[in-house]
């Protein structure tokens, strides 16, 4: 009797985590979203001007998510009606981005860079495409930096401000 029911609990558990390694951004996004728009969420309305004003403040990765699905000025087609109305009424943030898996493939293909610890790696080990990469990141220019040697001393003079205590 108990087989039966780990076997449904394992099912389960892998689905849930194909869903969300499967599309990261979108599901990431969503679920950042409905803590953001609160009871606004059950307004189609209201969702949609919220989801707009939340893509505008999103960079990366996750603002091409809003390009996708049209909550970007620029966006070419749109779709968030497919976004808000399933949310409005409580489906799983998981289940959506399968459902826009169908209609764009693209959704799905955006990953999460990995994220680089700079207080316990040595930077001399990265290779500098990754240290300009943490300065963008950032929000930080490196004018001039022609050399390796030149990105780790601007990464060093700023990181005090950008790391988290």
């Known amino acids: ?22 599309c990261p951004v979108c599901v990431g996004v969503l679920t950042k979203f409905q803590e953001y728009a609160g009871k606004d969420v059950e307004d189609m309305e209201k969702s949609e001007a919220a989801l707009i004003k939340f ?7 996750e603002d091409s998510f809003c390009y996708y699905i049209g909550a970007s000025e620029t966006s070419a087609t749109r779709i968030i009606g ?9 489906k799983p943030v998981e289940k959506i981005c399968k459902d826009l898996k169908k209609k764009d493939t ?32 950032w929000g930080e220019h ?13 990464i060093n003079q700023v990181k005090d401000s950008h790391l988290e205590l």
């Not at 609990?9 to 499967?22: G, K, M, Q």
């Not at 893509?55 to 990765?61: E, P």
Request: hydrophobic share 35%.
């Open 1 to 22: 009797m108990k087989g039966p029911l780990v076997l449904l609990c394992l099912a389960v558990a892998v689905s849930y985590i194909e869903a969300t390694s499967d």
């Open 55 to 61: 893509c505008k403040t999103l960079k990366g990765k």
């Open 82 to 90: 497919q976004v808000t109305k399933p949310l409005s009424y409580g």
């Open 106 to 137: 693209q959704i799905c293909e955006l990953k999460y860079e990995e994220k680089i610890d700079i207080s316990n790696i040595d930077l001399w080990t990265l290779p500098v495409k990754k240290l300009k990469k943490i300065l963008t990141g």
């Open 142 to 154: 490196c004018k001039g930096c022609l050399e390796k040697s030149d990105l780790i001393a601007k």
